[in-house]
């Protein structure tokens, strides 16, 4: 069982940024890759980066390529996801997510989620 909490969402003007965290509770933290997806209102749930337990491999949205970038902290169960020049169309719940196979990208493919964090970026 691994318990997922996500925080540093905001408000941010366009061309910011932001970091997103997502603790993770459980000593298997390591074993698991994790994800990050985003949901805007009334869309679908969008893969946004995943991210090997090791740290070795990971995988971005075709929308979200060269701006942002996810990485972890196995010591610290930690997963991170650095937002740069931020578009207003970045606005969403972000979620993060962990799943006990290798890094996916469709959201089937993970086991347990977070609650969810806001980011909203202005114009």
């Known amino acids: 069982q691994v318990q997922l909490v996500e925080s540093g969402g905001g408000l941010v003007q366009a061309g910011g940024s932001l970091r997103l965290s997502c603790a993770a509770s459980?000593?298997?933290?390591?074993?698991?890759?994790m994800g990050w997806f985003r949901q805007a209102p009334g869309k679908d749930r969008e893969f946004v980066a995943s991210i090997s337990w090791s740290g070795s491999v990971s995988y971005y949205g075709d929308s979200v390529k060269g701006r942002f970038t996810i990485s972890r902290d196995n010591a610290k169960n930690t997963v991170y996801l650095q937002m740069n020049s931020l578009k207003p169309e970045d606005t969403a719940v972000y979620y993060c997510a962990a799943d006990r196979g290798p890094p996916g990208v469709l959201s089937y493919e993970y086991d347990y989620w977070g609650q969810g964090t806001q980011v909203t970026v202005s114009s």
């Open positions: 459980g000593r298997t933290f390591s074993s698991y890759a």
